[in-house]
């Protein structure tokens, strides 16, 4: 018997707030353990909460970019249980009114449901210290600084089928909400966490199987890779003549599988009630209307403005479309009248390599539109060759500079001397005997070792077109 994945994830999204959602501490990252607390955020007895406006403004954008319904009214709950990081004993969150539902994201033409996303406060963090005992530590301490953060829970629909639509799903989400600049999306730091909800069942059949939900995935290829490792596991269990449980599992990213974290056999009981310190809340069409107007153009967008009127192909587009930072430049770039494919290739290639290869973020290079408007005005030109072209965008992405003052400081202006370019190749040919006569009994593969042993020795800096239209003209007379 074959069977198919059903998939649902639950992802909390941190929002980009300077203060948390009941309180005015900050909500910066790190620092020293409970130094960004006071008594609302601490659970103190007596102390009232006062909802923070803009948590609401960035989940109606979120909800608004997601195709979901905004709720005239909504309310907050207390959902209640005990956790040693849960001051109050109860978290405040939302349940039967939550301010947005019935959403979708289209992942390759697909529409995936958004049941519903709503707010609620994080918790605070457990730190493990001491000897090494079972979990490697023998006593724990909590640091609330996280505690009372806002958090934007989004919960999709089974709906997905696949651990790579699972990831598609996650990196649009994530891209769509940095585009709204409403989370910064950091995975590394929690403000971008994701739960997995997996079944399986016979494929063709509507019932549910029963679902595992896996947690402790700090990546998209983890994500990816836990939900693969969930469903092989559960696959063999049903192939077997067992059952499977609905528990809690933890995903092990050195053993590349999953291990029970606690049983779900039972529905936990959270006994939701309203909370009685926060008054329900009044969405004015108006602000919602406002706040949509706002909008920027989303990824989709984007690169299907790519595609249609810069005629790159969806995969460039796609490339581009997933930074706002370096898309937006890019942008910036065509607008002063640049070609769109030769600065599309010079942000997709050398620009992200070197991105990735000083771990940095676009927004810490030090280039301009001008600068590469003017690169590309250089190409154009004749004054510099593509390969040299390279060499100064990365000087660039480095340092502040001017790309006339560069090439005439490191002298890359581009070798066009046809006579000096003709007494090289004829000098190259003459050289290289044995491939020349390779190159006339058919091997004319070996044209391109010619022309590389010409950019060698100008250091890159001759024109291909004359180099080739010279190659050609003295092969030829060698025939």
């Known amino acids: 018997m074959k069977y198919e994945p059903v998939i649902g994830l639950e992802v909390h999204a941190q929002l980009k707030t300077k203060t948390k959602i009941f309180c005015g501490c900050p909500t910066d990252f790190g620092g020293t353990p409970n130094a960004h607390v006071c008594p609302v955020c601490l659970g103190m007895p007596g102390v009232l909460p006062v909802l923070n406006r803009k948590t609401v403004e960035f989940a109606i954008k979120t909800g608004l970019a997601l195709n979901c319904e905004i709720a005239t009214v909504t309310k907050f709950d207390r959902k209640n249980y005990f956790y040693p990081d849960l001051p109050k004993d109860y978290q405040i969150s939302q349940y039967d009114q939550p301010i947005c539902r019935s959403g979708h994201l289209t992942i390759k033409g697909r529409p995936i449901r958004i049941h519903r996303a709503h707010l609620e406060e994080d918790a605070g963090k457990l730190v493990h210290a001491g000897a090494a005992g079972l979990h490697g530590s023998d006593y724990s301490l909590v640091d609330f600084n996280r505690s009372g953060v806002p958090l934007l829970e989004i919960v999709s629909e089974p709906d997905l089928t696949s651990p790579e639509e699972a990831r598609l799903y996650l990196t649009e989400l994530r891209t769509i909400l940095r585009y709204l600049d409403v989370?910064?999306?950091?995975?590394?730091?929690?403000?971008?966490?994701?739960?997995?909800?997996?079944?399986?069942?016979?494929?063709?059949?509507?019932?549910?199987?029963?679902?595992?939900?896996?947690?402790?995935?700090?990546?998209?290829?983890?994500?990816?890779?836990?939900?693969?490792?969930?469903?092989?596991?559960?696959?063999?269990?049903?192939?077997?003549?067992?059952?499977?449980?609905?528990?809690?599992?933890?995903?092990?990213?050195?053993?590349?599988?999953?291990?029970?974290?606690?049983?779900?056999?039972?529905?936990?009981?959270?006994?939701?009630?309203?909370?009685?310190?926060?008054?329900?809340?009044?969405?004015?069409?108006?602000?919602?209307s406002e706040i949509a107007q706002a909008l920027p153009e989303l990824p989709s967008q984007r690169r299907k403005r790519y595609v249609e009127q810069c005629s790159l192909s969806g995969d460039d587009a796609a490339v581009l479309a997933e930074s706002k930072e370096l898309?937006?430049?890019?942008?910036?770039?065509?607008?002063?009248?640049?070609?769109?494919?030769?600065?599309?290739?010079?942000?997709?290639?050398?620009?992200?390599?070197?991105?990735?290869?000083?771990?940095?973020?676009?927004?810490?290079?030090?280039?301009?539109?001008?600068?590469?408007?003017?690169?590309?005005?250089?190409?154009?030109?004749?004054?510099?060759?593509?390969?040299?072209?390279?060499?100064?965008?990365?000087?660039?992405?480095?340092?502040?500079?001017d790309v006339k003052t560069l090439i005439e400081q490191k002298g890359l202006s581009q070798i066009s001397d046809e006579k000096g370019l003709t007494d090289l190749v004829t000098k190259v040919l003459a050289d290289n005997p044995s491939q020349v006569a390779e190159f006339h009994s058919g091997k004319t593969k070996v044209r391109q070792f010619f022309f590389g042993e010409v950019m060698k020795a100008t250091k890159g800096k001759a024109n291909p077109q004359v180099i080739n239209t010279i190659l050609d003209e003295q092969l030829a007379k060698n025939d």
């Not at 059949?205 to 939900?213: P, S």
């Not at 620009?351 to 280039?367: G, H, P, R, V």
């Not at 390279?390 to 500079?401: D, S, T």
Request: proline share 4%; glycine share 6%.
């Open 183 to 288: 989370c910064d999306g950091n995975l590394e730091e929690g403000s971008f966490r994701c739960d997995a909800n997996v079944s399986i069942r016979p494929v063709g059949q509507k019932e549910l199987g029963t679902k595992a939900e896996i947690k402790n995935m700090n990546s998209f290829k983890a994500v990816q890779r836990a939900i693969q490792s969930e469903i092989e596991r559960q696959t063999a269990l049903l192939e077997k003549g067992e059952r499977v449980v609905q528990e809690t599992r933890l995903w092990n990213e050195a053993t590349g599988t999953t291990h029970p974290m606690r049983s779900k056999e039972e529905a936990h009981d959270y006994r939701y009630f309203p909370d009685p310190d926060l008054v329900p809340v009044v969405v004015d069409k108006s602000w919602v």
């Open 327 to 401: 898309s937006d430049f890019f942008d910036s770039v065509l607008s002063l009248g640049a070609p769109a494919k030769a600065v599309a290739n010079w942000l997709m290639g050398p620009t992200i390599w070197y991105l990735n290869e000083n771990k940095l973020e676009f927004s810490q290079t030090s280039i301009t539109p001008e600068n590469v408007r003017d690169l590309s005005q250089a190409v154009n030109s004749g004054a510099l060759s593509s390969s040299t072209a390279k060499q100064v965008l990365l000087e660039l992405l480095a340092n502040a500079g």
